[in-house]
């Protein structure tokens, strides 16, 4: 694989909130070429938030040059994280120690140019459940899927729900239109082999998250402006 080498001299404009994820051939009827999008990232992890937002306003202004298909894989930023939860704030303290204001700070003004409100309040821990969650709305349609990961970050980082939180969980897929959520997260095992598997498959060779690869073999990582994914789209379509 390659990774893009990318400028930002291109313009977007802001899309809906929801992408609808289309296109099952190389190219629709209309002639648009087919860009797949794997994306690695954790659901605690705000660079993939930002990631995901400006990636929508890339996919919105490009609509009419090109269809998407897009599929979330899992990362754990940290895999023995508690499964019960610990104080948000406690554990970046704990983290990043004197570095951790100016993070918060730092994050606090991202989420501002993206229209949010960064929320420190509440409970973070493991993500297994969330992975499992987004394994299976993925199986459900991929537009379910990418839609899903918007309602987790929106919970997580702007109003303090915990990721681990099974009636939060179960909530987003409702939102989404992911059917059966409650009993695929009753049993542990759900979707569990799977998850290891696409961790195996997508995420074992990278170090941080969000990571992206278009069409199999172009790679972009962290969370990039909405330009520079413009600019991905034009490399990894020719």
Not at 34 to 46: A, E, F, G, K, Q
Request: net charge neutral; glycine share 10%.
């Amino acid at each position: 694989m390659a990774f893009i080498s990318v400028t930002r001299s291109l313009l977007v404009h802001p899309g809906n909130r929801y992408i609808r994820i289309m296109a099952q051939s190389v190219s629709s009827s209309a002639g648009k070429k087919l860009i797949r999008i794997d994306v690695s990232s954790d659901t605690v992890c705000p660079w993939c938030f930002v990631g995901k937002r400006n990636l929508d306003k890339a996919i919105a202004s490009s609509k009419d040059q090109y269809d998407f298909e897009i599929r979330w894989h899992p990362f754990f930023l940290n895999p023995s994280a508690p499964k019960e939860g610990v104080n948000k704030k406690d554990f970046y303290e704990n983290k990043f120690g004197s570095q951790n204001q100016g993070i918060i700070a730092r994050m606090t003004e991202v989420f501002r140019g993206l229209g949010l409100e960064y929320n420190m309040s509440g409970l973070t821990g493991n993500t297994l459940d969330s992975h499992r969650l987004l394994y299976l709305a993925g199986q459900q349609g991929l537009d379910k899927q990418h839609n899903l990961a918007e309602e987790l970050f929106l919970g997580y980082f702007t109003q303090g729900k915990y990721i681990g939180d099974k009636e939060f969980l179960v909530e987003c897929a409702r939102k989404v239109g992911v059917e059966g959520a409650a009993e695929f997260l009753d049993d542990p095992n759900s979707g569990l082999n799977e998850v290891h598997e696409e961790l195996k498959k997508y995420s074992a060779n990278i170090s941080g998250v969000p990571h992206f690869v278009l069409n199999g073999k172009h790679e972009l990582s962290g969370g990039q402006p909405p330009e520079v994914y413009l600019r991905a789209f034009q490399v990894a379509a020719n």
